[in-house]
């Protein structure tokens, strides 16, 4: 058990170490917990492990050592088939989308369901009806039209992917969202809008969302709890009215910015 | 008081990269002086070179047309056939390969390696020669054809299609993966969609080359409308000769022409 006698966190980190080259280390010693609700922003610059603790979680990346505590399961330590059944409850929303651009939209979104199908359904495409009914309104409910459905990926714009995205983590009927840079593709109009969508239905929807974001001010905005690293390190864990210029200094360096 | 700074220079090639680039020069030039001392051409041959191609084509005019229902016709289609059996086959055998050469996707070296070889030994054989030795295992006939065809096109499409895998986007895989779909899944749903077009964009290409050199494999006994042309060249029946080749020149244009025309609407 991860922690005795408090009341248990969605998710626990616990002294997380990560090493793409052995010694040195890209994440070191990270032990956070996740609520079961609320926005969490993770901030930082650029290559200080954000991206990597978030692969972490969902073992995109395969932590070092440590362990991440998640449905009473150590994520850290499971393979094949547990770790697949564990992956289907976490979305994720990227950075760069990642939609399979020559599928149409609705099949995007419809892939949130691949790891419940059995093989033989996906390849032949055989979607329950209840997945198409819920595929059309969460394509709706991202903001876009149904006509949008037949249309293939690679037709629209970054935001509309974006919304996409969205909808396919939340096909997944996730127990935790993760999204790692949604918005540093986008414009700044975009990008609000996009904070505002993900965090208004994963709110609707009672799911936890943790966020990887460079813009300070729009994690301030949308995030209840503000983690910032930097070296591969948290160094400031709370509110964000807690979150000082000095605070700031310490995570990105340097003071010319503020 | 300042000095005025020296003015700043920049070549693009340093001297020993000079000097290696006027080595490979000179050297090119000796190789093409020399080749054209040792391949002794006969003068007399050459002068009456343009006699003799008229002479040629004065032979093949006009054409054998009875000729063609007769053999030609017939040829022509095993032709057809063992190119396209011959491509179909080389599929089967090229994609499971493919996979295996592919580093995104194989995470083994050895298997990598093991592919790429039988890749290169398949391209290192010409067509005629794995013709010459399925013509001895098999005997002669259409089905040495299209084993010859297919051994050398695993190579081909193998080598094409294992890059075209190689060059896919990590993203989508990535997003897939994260879904908890099973490894199946991720490349039928996650990579199978990028590589598509290059696929039946090589398997197209392959099969225009196939009905190429599927027509000339009769002349060492592996079936098809190079049988007809071997005959009618050893029996100097030039209009018979002239007439095939027109054809395979026709069917040619006609072959390019539609996988043309197919591939423009695969993207």
């Known amino acids: ?258 | 008081m300042s000095r005025p700074a020296p003015a700043r220079q920049w070549q693009r090639l340093t001297p020993v990269q000079r000097i290696v680039r006027s080595m490979l020069a000179i050297i090119g030039v000796t190789a093409l002086v020399w080749s054209f001392k040792t391949i002794e051409i006969i003068p007399e041959f050459l002068y009456d070179a343009p006699e003799q191609a008229a002479d040629l084509f004065v032979r093949m005019w006009p054409f054998d047309w009875a000729f063609y229902p007769k053999a030609v016709h017939a040829a022509l289609i095993e032709t057809f056939h063992i190119a396209t059996l011959g491509t179909l086959l080389a599929l089967v055998l090229a994609m499971p390969l493919a996979f295996l050469s592919a580093r995104n996707i194989t995470r083994s070296p050895v298997l990598n390696w093991l592919a790429q070889v039988l890749f290169v030994s398949s391209r290192s054989v010409n067509s005629l020669i794995w013709a010459l030795l399925f013509v001895a295992i098999f005997g002669p006939g259409a089905l040495a054809g299209v084993m010859s065809i297919a051994f050398r096109s695993i190579g081909f499409i193998g080598k094409l299609f294992g890059e075209a895998l190689e060059e896919a986007q990590k993203g989508p895989v990535d997003a897939l993966v994260a879904t908890g779909a099973p490894h199946a899944v991720v490349l039928a749903k996650g990579i199978w969609p990028q590589v598509e077009p290059s696929f039946w964009s090589v398997a197209l290409l392959r099969w225009d080359i196939n009905i190429r050199e599927s027509a000339v494999l009769g002349l060492v006994g592996a079936g098809g409308i190079g049988v007809a042309l071997d005959n009618a060249l050893s029996n100097l029946y030039w209009d018979q000769v002239g007439l095939i080749m027109a054809v395979i020149f026709v069917v040619v244009i006609i072959v390019e022409m539609i996988t043309t025309g197919i591939r423009a609407r695969l993207i």
């Open chain 1, 1 to 258: 058990m991860p922690r005795n006698g408090q009341e248990q966190a969605l998710l626990s980190i616990r002294h997380v170490r990560k090493e793409y080259r052995p010694g040195e280390p890209v994440l070191k010693d990270i032990t956070l917990d996740i609520d079961a609700h609320g926005v969490t922003a993770i901030i930082g610059p650029s290559g200080t492990g954000k991206s990597t603790l978030i692969r972490c979680i969902n073992r995109l990346v395969n932590p070092t050592a440590g362990e991440i505590w998640f449905g009473g399961q150590d994520l850290a330590r499971l393979e094949g088939h547990a770790l697949r059944m564990a992956r289907r409850r976490i979305g994720m929303v990227f950075q760069e989308y990642n939609l399979v651009e020559r599928l149409s939209v609705i099949e995007n979104v419809l892939s949130g369901r691949l790891g419940y199908l059995p093989v033989w359904r996906a390849l032949l495409r055989q979607f329950s009806e209840t997945d198409i009914a819920r595929a059309f309104e969460l394509i709706e409910a991202v903001g876009l039209s149904a006509d949008f459905a037949t249309r293939r990926a690679d037709q629209l714009s970054g935001g509309q992917r974006q919304r996409i995205g969205i909808a396919r983590a939340i096909m997944q009927d996730p127990a935790l969202i993760l999204a790692d840079e949604p918005t540093s593709s986008l414009d700044p109009k975009t990008s609000v809008e996009i904070m505002e969508l993900l965090t208004g239905i994963a709110a609707d929807r009672g799911i936890p969302v943790v966020i990887n974001i460079h813009n300070v001010e729009l994690a301030k905005r949308y995030a209840g709890r503000i983690i910032g690293m930097t070296g591969g390190q948290v160094v400031y864990d709370g509110a964000p009215d807690g979150l000082t210029d000095h605070h700031l200094k310490t995570i990105y360096g340097g003071e010319m910015w503020l």
